[in-house]
């Protein structure tokens, strides 16, 4: 019994490592999918109405994952260039998740993706679609009485369910022909009187994930089609009486795919034209700065969990304009600031706005200052505790240095260079949720290529060691030792997102490098399960092959 006790505590450790991967892979999924914003029950009040509108109209072109690149084709995208010409643009910028739903909710509310409480990863289905609990351009114009209709993809129906819209064409199809029916449905509101236009075109999107990705020629050949779409929306309207708002929602990776933090998803094009505009190219903006933007044309209040700034430098504006949207926006960012603090368990301070500094950005570096405030101290009791647990292998790895620890972490690191050759080389895809076509996809790449690396990667420790030549139990433990050292050189990246971002998330969603370090702790987790599981399979075999090569010599 003596001699079986590592490893028995060998086979143990694998099958625990195995069950709480499992469970800890699920919960991450999971809490992503049911993350809920934690102004959700508690949303801050709407002001005042700005003033009066500056437009007949506004009309918001969305042309889904349409690329800054791809927009800037004249080849591709002629009337959107010649738009461009004519009214004012800019690249605008989002955060991730760079999924459909968290970026339309930014669009519409102003708030990212972090207080918001759209959904950060894109519902399964149509019965999943989460309604908007935070103020949005829709209930903005109802507050006032203005006209409002929608014509796009069907999960806009659910998100705006209590939003006043007035008239509505929803689709489940993605393809040029939805896009078809989608502008046959809102043609006749052009021409209406409604004040506020929603029209959603998808075939770019669908191009991306369904016909090969931006360098396939599909892709700009549903762009190009896109663009004609635009064109015979815009014949519809007249400029100088309506506004037209056309961007998109995020971008696509080459290989097509969005999600992530990758840079190629989060830049995305801007080109507003028409009345109270002012033609000009501007610096880059925000994905937040949309909303409030439209409720000043709409001359609606500002949404009230907005984050952004009126793009008043794009705007024709008088004083008077000028100086009831600043006190319009002082009191939007007071009451968002003050209901948010507390809602993260901190103590709100009184904000003090210095002549010259900007109302938005001084509020929102209080609540970013309270943000970090609160990771600061729930990092370092994580961080900590990752520390230890990272330590205590790794001092006793120091103390048994010797020829065979140097053969296992040689395995160990072989069995993480062959999984990332694959991965990231062979297979072409990124770290982040991009490169995630589905949960079984992700499960069955990981499990297929942790097999081939693990049983290669081990095939060599073993012959290194000589380990078959060894006794059944000997060679067993050899292979559970080379096991546990490949799992623990994956805990590493699974302990620092642990660290940045708890065990799942909670109460606020990673940054860009927090999403990066999410997604390595993600696939390390899948391949923690995967390592464990077949390692218990090939510490069978190397049991029976010990045991073989034994009766032969």
Same mark, same amino acid.
Request: some cysteine; glycine content about 6%.
């Given at each position: 019994?003596?001699?079986?006790?590592?490893?028995?505590?060998?086979?143990?450790?694998?099958?625990?490592?195995?069950?709480?991967?499992?469970?800890?892979?699920?919960?991450?999924?999971?809490?992503?999918?049911?993350?809920?914003?934690?102004?959700?029950?508690?949303?801050?009040?709407?002001?005042?109405?700005?003033?009066?509108?500056?437009?007949?109209?506004?009309?918001?072109?969305?042309?889904?994952?349409?690329?800054?690149?791809?927009?800037?084709?004249?080849?591709?995208?002629?009337?959107?260039?010649?738009?461009?010409?004519?009214?004012?643009?800019?690249?605008?910028?989002?955060? /991730?998740?760079? %999924?459909?739903?968290?970026?339309?909710?930014?669009?519409?509310?102003?708030?990212?993706?972090?207080?918001?409480?759209?959904?950060?990863? $894109?519902? /399964?289905?149509?019965?999943?679609?989460?309604?908007?609990?935070?103020?949005?351009?829709?209930?903005?114009?109802?507050?006032?009485?203005?006209?409002?209709?929608?014509?796009?993809? &069907?999960? %806009?129906?659910?998100?705006?369910?209590?939003?006043?819209?007035?008239?509505?064409?929803?689709?489940?199809?993605?393809? $040029?022909? +939805?896009?078809?029916?989608?502008?046959?449905?809102?043609?006749?509101?052009?021409?209406?009187?409604?004040?506020?236009?929603?029209?959603? #075109?998808?075939?770019? *999107?669908?191009?991306?994930?369904?016909?090969?990705?931006?360098?396939?020629?599909?892709?700009?050949?549903?762009?190009?089609?896109?663009?004609?779409?635009?064109?015979?929306?815009?014949? $519809?309207?007249?400029?100088?009486?309506?506004?037209? #708002?056309?961007?998109?929602?995020?971008?696509?990776?080459?290989?097509?795919?969005?999600?992530?933090? *990758?840079?190629?998803?989060? #830049?995305?094009?801007?080109?507003?034209?028409?009345?109270?505009?002012?033609?000009?190219?501007?610096?880059?903006?925000?994905?937040?700065?949309?909303?409030?933007?439209?409720?000043?044309?709409?001359?609606?209040? #500002?949404?009230?969990?907005?984050?952004?700034?009126?793009?008043?430098?794009?705007? $024709?504006?008088?004083?008077?304009?000028?100086?009831?949207?600043?006190?319009?926006?002082?009191?939007?960012?007071?009451?968002?600031?003050?209901?948010?603090?507390?809602?993260?368990?901190?103590?709100?301070?009184?904000?003090?706005?210095?002549?010259?500094?900007?109302?938005?950005?001084?509020?929102?570096?209080?609540?970013?200052?309270?943000?970090?405030?609160?990771?600061?101290?729930?990092?370092?009791?994580?961080?900590?505790? +990752?520390?230890?647990?990272?330590?205590?292998?790794?001092?006793?790895?120091?103390?048994?240095?010797?020829?065979?620890?140097?053969?296992?972490?040689?395995? +160990?690191?072989?069995?993480?260079?062959?999984?990332?050759?694959?991965?990231?080389?062979?297979?072409?895809?990124?770290?982040?949720?991009?490169?995630?076509?589905?949960?079984?996809?992700?499960?069955?790449?990981?499990?297929?290529?942790?097999?081939?690396?693990?049983?290669?990667?081990?095939?060599?420790?073993?012959?290194?060691?000589?380990? %078959?030549?060894?006794?059944?139990?000997?060679?067993?433990?050899?292979?559970?030792?080379?096991?546990?050292?490949?799992?623990?050189?994956?805990?590493?990246?699974?302990?620092?997102?642990?660290?940045?971002?708890?065990?799942?998330?909670?109460?606020?969603? /990673?940054?860009?490098?927090?999403?990066?370090?999410?997604?390595?702790?993600?696939?390390?987790?899948?391949?923690?399960?995967?390592?464990?599981?077949?390692?218990?399979?090939?510490?069978?075999? &190397?049991?029976?092959?010990?045991?073989?090569?034994?009766?032969?010599?």
């Amino acid at each position: 019994m003596k001699k079986s006790f590592w490893l028995i505590l060998g086979i143990l450790a694998c099958l625990i490592i195995a069950v709480a991967s499992y469970f800890w892979t699920a919960g991450l999924m999971g809490s992503m999918f049911e993350y809920r914003s934690l102004l959700k029950d508690n949303p801050p009040a709407p002001g005042e109405a700005v003033g009066q509108p500056m437009t007949r109209k506004v009309v918001f072109v969305l042309i889904d994952a349409l690329r800054e690149d791809t927009s800037r084709n004249i080849s591709v995208m002629p009337f959107l260039n010649e738009l461009r010409s004519q009214g004012a643009q800019a690249t605008m910028h989002s955060r /991730p998740p760079s %999924f459909s739903n968290p970026a339309w909710t930014a669009l519409l509310t102003g708030a990212w993706p972090d207080i918001n409480d759209g959904q950060p990863l $894109n519902p /399964p289905d149509i019965s999943h679609v989460r309604t908007f609990t935070q103020d949005d351009v829709f209930a903005a114009a109802d507050r006032i009485s203005l006209k409002t209709a929608v014509s796009g993809y &069907a999960w %806009f129906e659910q998100m705006l369910a209590d939003s006043g819209v007035d008239s509505g064409f929803y689709t489940a199809g993605e393809d $040029n022909a +939805a896009d078809r029916q989608v502008v046959n449905a809102a043609l006749p509101w052009l021409s209406e009187d409604y004040q506020l236009v929603l029209i959603h #075109i998808d075939q770019v *999107d669908y191009a991306g994930h369904h016909e090969g990705g931006p360098h396939d020629p599909r892709w700009d050949a549903a762009a190009n089609r896109s663009d004609e779409l635009l064109r015979e929306i815009v014949t $519809n309207l007249d400029p100088s009486q309506d506004t037209i #708002i056309v961007l998109s929602d995020h971008g696509q990776i080459d290989r097509g795919g969005h999600g992530g933090q *990758d840079p190629l998803t989060l #830049i995305e094009p801007f080109v507003m034209v028409g009345a109270g505009v002012k033609p000009g190219s501007y610096p880059d903006i925000q994905m937040v700065d949309v909303a409030p933007t439209v409720a000043v044309l709409l001359g609606a209040n #500002i949404p009230a969990s907005n984050q952004g700034h009126v793009l008043t430098n794009m705007l $024709n504006l008088s004083d008077v304009q000028l100086a009831a949207i600043h006190d319009a926006v002082a009191y939007q960012q007071i009451q968002l600031e003050q209901t948010y603090i507390p809602a993260i368990g901190e103590r709100a301070t009184k904000v003090l706005v210095e002549p010259g500094q900007d109302v938005v950005d001084t509020y929102q570096q209080a609540m970013d200052a309270a943000r970090s405030q609160r990771l600061f101290r729930e990092r370092t009791w994580r961080g900590l505790a +990752a520390l230890l647990l990272a330590a205590i292998p790794a001092a006793v790895v120091f103390l048994k240095r010797g020829r065979k620890i140097a053969w296992l972490l040689a395995g +160990a690191l072989l069995y993480v260079l062959l999984f990332n050759l694959r991965y990231a080389v062979l297979d072409g895809r990124t770290y982040s949720l991009s490169s995630l076509v589905s949960q079984a996809d992700i499960i069955l790449f990981c499990a297929i290529t942790s097999a081939i690396a693990l049983l290669i990667a081990w095939l060599l420790t073993m012959l290194g060691l000589k380990a %078959f030549r060894l006794s059944a139990r000997s060679a067993s433990e050899t292979t559970l030792s080379f096991v546990l050292t490949t799992i623990y050189l994956l805990a590493l990246p699974i302990l620092w997102s642990y660290t940045l971002n708890d065990a799942v998330p909670t109460w606020t969603l /990673p940054d860009a490098p927090g999403m990066l370090y999410l997604f390595l702790g993600f696939i390390s987790l899948i391949q923690s399960l995967m390592v464990a599981v077949i390692g218990l399979l090939l510490t069978g075999i &190397a049991t029976l092959t010990a045991w073989l090569v034994g009766k032969q010599t």
